[in-house]
């Protein structure tokens, strides 16, 4: 397992953090990993400047589109 160069396998991953438990989260950046466990990882290290009450990523495929930004939404004419 690399654990600092890009590989063949990496994949792309979203990270989203809550400053305060009040507070939804937010989408705070991408990372490149090869699997979730380093995902994780490098989250923790490139996104510690902020005292974060909860951190977490997603791979970017995960995700299912509902909406593009030539369409519109529904029930607008």
């Given at each position: 397992m690399?654990?600092?160069?890009?590989?063949?396998?990496?994949q792309?991953f979203?990270?989203?953090g809550?400053?305060?438990?009040?507070?939804?989260?937010?989408?705070v950046?991408s990372?490149?990993?090869?699997?979730?466990?380093?995902?994780?990882?490098r989250?923790?290290?490139?996104?510690?400047?902020?005292?974060?009450?909860?951190l977490c990523?997603?791979p970017?495929?995960a995700?299912?589109?509902?909406l593009k930004?030539?369409q519109?939404g529904?029930g607008?004419?």
């Amino acid at each position: 397992m690399s654990l600092g160069r890009s590989t063949d396998q990496d994949q792309m991953f979203e990270v989203f953090g809550r400053e305060q438990v009040e507070r939804n989260l937010s989408h705070v950046g991408s990372i490149v990993a090869p699997n979730q466990e380093l995902a994780v990882a490098r989250a923790r290290m490139l996104y510690s400047e902020r005292p974060w009450v909860e951190l977490c990523v997603a791979p970017a495929n995960a995700f299912v589109g509902c909406l593009k930004p030539d369409q519109r939404g529904i029930g607008v004419a």
